[in-house]
Nanobody, 127 residues
Framework: QVQLVESGGGLVQAGGSLRLSCTASGFTFSTHAMGWFRQAPGKEREFVARITRSGGGKYYEDSVKGRFTISRDNAKNTVYLQMNSLKPEDTAVYYC????????????????????WGQGTPVTVSS
């Protein structure tokens, strides 16, 4: 069974920090780029951060640059999102997702189409 389980969400004051974790099982974690997304009430789900297979490439939505850090530990099948200087507008349900992985003669490839998703963990930032 493919499973992504997020944890670490909760209620925090503006300016505070929170560390989200997402642990994967049921697929080969190290072949997938991973991403974090969020969805606020009444809004569409939006991209937050992405990390490549070995962790060498990291990409962020503009509003979280300098505040959030994505990382991964392939030995633990886990991706993290460290969230600092939190703002009320960061309030949302946060989801992790795995970019689909394909293999050909050149090796593994990830194309930005996320095929596995977690259940989400809620983050509420109070003013």
């Amino acid at each position: 069974q493919v499973q992504l389980v997020e944890s670490g969400g909760g209620l925090v004051q503006a300016g505070g920090s929170l560390r989200l974790s997402c642990t994967a099982s049921g697929f080969t974690f190290s072949t997938h780029a991973m991403g974090w997304f969020r969805q606020a009430p009444g809004k569409e789900r939006e991209f937050v951060a992405r990390i490549t297979r070995s962790g060498g490439g990291k990409y962020y939505e503009d509003s979280v640059k300098g505040r959030f850090t994505i990382s991964r530990d392939n030995a633990k099948n886990t991706v993290y999102l460290q969230m600092n200087s939190l703002k009320p507008e960061d309030t949302a349900v946060y989801y992790c997702a795995a970019d689909r992985a394909t293999f050909d003669g050149r090796g593994w490839s990830n194309d930005g189409e996320y095929e596995y998703w977690g259940q989400g963990t809620p983050v509420t930032v109070s003013s």
